[in-house]
């Protein structure tokens, strides 16, 4: 694979034999003889290439294509240019790959601008259709904060689901004398009385969405629309490399989100029906409680 840097910008170079094409080009390099210009191509294969150093002419498999301040074109093992040319090819090394890692960036960028129009439309259907991530994200709402509709000890329970990434339903009971027992010889020490045990009621289908890595808000809301509103605004042929770093690789991780997203919202889905949350009755103890809850449940999930 060979890149080359032209006037034009960086194109890949598909025959070695275009390189030896290039104006100046010479296989016979005197270093001592010569000052290092810029370094404007580099270059990997899996035959080698021999250097065009005098003093080294030994086949290389990567190095870089160098100028002169004389106007010589050469190509350079990596080894090589470090030895004859010392500090100087390493900076003009980092100056070249800085180059191409912003071109590459930049081109990232701007490709992903032509299709902000269609991924804005995505993100909006997502979010507004017939119980999509709005939906999803208003509704579970309930089920992990307090005061929201939800009894208190359901939201513990459904809290203590998310935390240990479990959707067994478990309602402790006090224990039989046996089972009692048995505890005691598991700690090997008497136990005092009432002793608990736990036990599954049920298991919570779609628990999923609310995973920390599924909150919807954050990717679509705090993190997925505002950055695509900058991206439309952001001009990239005049962008840093730091911005254009931090672009590329947020461009790259984009359609990840997005699958986080169409996940939670498709687990979202499966939690909220009646049918399944149904299975909470048992964690909520207070009947004027489970009241609220059954009409909390009715209005939110319908029946």
């Not at 296989?27 to 210009?37: G, I, R, S, T, Y």
């Not at 959707?167 to 009385?193: F, H, M, Q, Y």
């Given at each position: 694979?060979?890149?080359?840097?032209r006037e034009r910008?960086?194109?890949?170079?598909e025959?070695w034999?275009?390189?030896?094409?290039l104006?100046?080009f010479?296989?016979?390099?005197?270093?001592?003889a010569?000052e290092l210009?810029e370094?404007i191509g580099?270059?990997m294969f899996?035959?080698k290439?021999?250097c065009?150093?005098?003093?080294c002419?030994q086949?290389?498999?990567?190095?870089?294509?160098a100028?002169t301040?004389?106007?010589k074109?050469?190509?350079?093992g990596?080894?090589?240019?470090?030895?004859?040319?010392?500090?100087?090819f390493?900076?003009?090394s980092?100056?070249?790959?800085q180059?191409l890692?912003?071109?590459?960036?930049?081109?990232t960028?701007?490709s992903?601008?032509?299709?902000?129009?269609s991924l804005e439309?995505?993100?909006e259907?997502?979010?507004?259709?017939d119980?999509g991530?709005?939906w999803?994200?208003?509704?579970?709402r309930?089920?992990v904060?307090?005061n929201?509709?939800?009894?208190?000890?359901?939201v513990?329970a459904?809290?203590?689901?998310?935390?240990?990434?479990?959707g067994?339903?478990?309602?402790s009971?006090?224990?039989?004398?046996e089972e009692a027992?048995?505890l005691e010889v598991?700690a090997?020490r008497n136990?005092p009385?009432?002793?608990?045990?736990?036990?599954v009621?049920g298991?919570l289908?779609?628990?999923?969405c609310?995973y920390?890595?599924?909150d919807i808000?954050?990717i679509?809301?705090?993190?997925?629309?505002?950055?695509?509103?900058k991206?439309?605004e952001m001009?990239?042929p005049?962008?840093t490399?730091?911005?254009?770093?931090?672009?590329?690789k947020w461009?790259?991780?984009l359609?990840e989100?997005?699958?986080?997203?169409?996940?939670?919202v498709?687990?979202g889905n499966?939690?909220?029906t009646r049918e399944?949350?149904a299975?909470?009755?048992v964690?909520v103890?207070d009947?004027k409680?489970?009241t609220?809850f059954?009409?909390?449940l009715a209005k939110?999930?319908?029946s």
């Amino acid at each position: 694979m060979i890149t080359l840097n032209r006037e034009r910008g960086f194109e890949h170079v598909e025959t070695w034999e275009e390189i030896l094409q290039l104006p100046g080009f010479t296989l016979d390099l005197d270093p001592k003889a010569e000052e290092l210009k810029e370094i404007i191509g580099r270059y990997m294969f899996r035959d080698k290439i021999a250097c065009g150093l005098s003093v080294c002419r030994q086949p290389h498999g990567r190095g870089c294509i160098a100028t002169t301040k004389s106007g010589k074109v050469t190509n350079i093992g990596n080894v090589c240019g470090k030895n004859h040319f010392g500090v100087k090819f390493d900076e003009f090394s980092r100056v070249f790959t800085q180059a191409l890692t912003d071109h590459q960036n930049r081109e990232t960028v701007a490709s992903f601008q032509f299709r902000l129009d269609s991924l804005e439309a995505e993100v909006e259907e997502l979010r507004t259709a017939d119980r999509g991530a709005d939906w999803v994200y208003r509704t579970t709402r309930a089920l992990v904060q307090r005061n929201r509709g939800c009894p208190d000890s359901l939201v513990a329970a459904v809290g203590n689901m998310v935390r240990s990434r479990s959707g067994s339903i478990r309602v402790s009971r006090d224990a039989t004398e046996e089972e009692a027992k048995e505890l005691e010889v598991a700690a090997g020490r008497n136990l005092p009385r009432p002793q608990y045990v736990e036990e599954v009621q049920g298991v919570l289908r779609g628990l999923t969405c609310l995973y920390p890595e599924h909150d919807i808000r954050e990717i679509l809301v705090l993190d997925v629309e505002p950055n695509l509103a900058k991206l439309r605004e952001m001009d990239a042929p005049a962008a840093t490399s730091q911005e254009l770093r931090f672009w590329s690789k947020w461009c790259g991780e984009l359609e990840e989100k997005l699958d986080r997203a169409r996940s939670a919202v498709e687990a979202g889905n499966v939690l909220l029906t009646r049918e399944n949350l149904a299975q909470m009755f048992v964690t909520v103890h207070d009947p004027k409680q489970l009241t609220e809850f059954k009409k909390w449940l009715a209005k939110a999930v319908g029946s």
